[in-house]
């Protein structure tokens, strides 16, 4: 039904709530990881940080399905401010603050993948290593979610110029946790990788 929704001619649901979904699968991914090393003898003495990245982990998924549905209505609202013919006073005084509260749910996003990274980095060597692939496909999915959560960054950020909204500047804290999340994908990527 989601995708049904997602294919359809409507503004909503669109990219800015794809790119969380797809933290929340990453996330959900490194569960799995994670319950296949719970209870192992072999990571005995991990079993504490196991069971808190456990829990830190339902909470990003939470996290990254609040931010989906935060995305959605966001976008709704900047669209029906976008709608009101230019002329019309109250347009001026619509988009500013839509497009600033638009603004916000990606890069909750974008710092939420960098979060995700940060995790997987830390569990990649106290993991089953039969599970390795997921725990670097969740991350590289963890990575690209923060990656693609920057395009509804830079596609508001006119709309906020015109508009004189004070936004700070969000692009360039996005791109500084994106290159983070590069570093620690690359660096999730060797842990993984089967020794030759």
Do not use: W
Request: glycine content about 6%; charged content about 20%; proline content about 7%.
């Amino acid at each position: 039904a989601f995708l049904e929704a997602l294919a359809a001619k409507s503004p909503t649901p669109g990219g800015g709530a794809v790119a969380p979904l797809i933290g929340a699968h990453a996330a959900a991914l490194a569960s799995m990881v994670v319950a296949y090393s719970l209870g192992r003898k072999a990571l005995a003495a991990h079993q504490p940080a196991l069971e808190a990245a456990a829990s830190r982990l339902v909470e990003l998924r939470r996290r990254f399905l609040d931010l989906a549905e935060a995305d959605a209505a966001a976008y709704a609202r900047l669209n029906e401010a976008m709608r009101l013919p230019a002329d019309d006073p109250a347009r001026a005084a619509a988009v500013g603050p839509a497009a600033l509260a638009a603004i916000a749910p990606p890069e909750q996003a974008v710092a939420a993948g960098v979060d995700l990274l940060r995790l997987c980095a830390d569990l990649a060597p106290i993991t089953n290593r039969f599970l390795h692939s997921d725990l670097e496909m969740a991350a590289v999915f963890a990575e690209a979610a923060a990656r693609a959560s920057r395009c509804n960054i830079v596609v508001n950020l006119p709309l906020l110029r015109e508009s004189g909204a004070d936004a700070g500047d969000p692009l360039t804290q996005a791109d500084g946790l994106l290159d983070q999340a590069r570093t620690l994908l690359r660096q999730i990527e060797q842990a993984c990788r089967p020794a030759s």
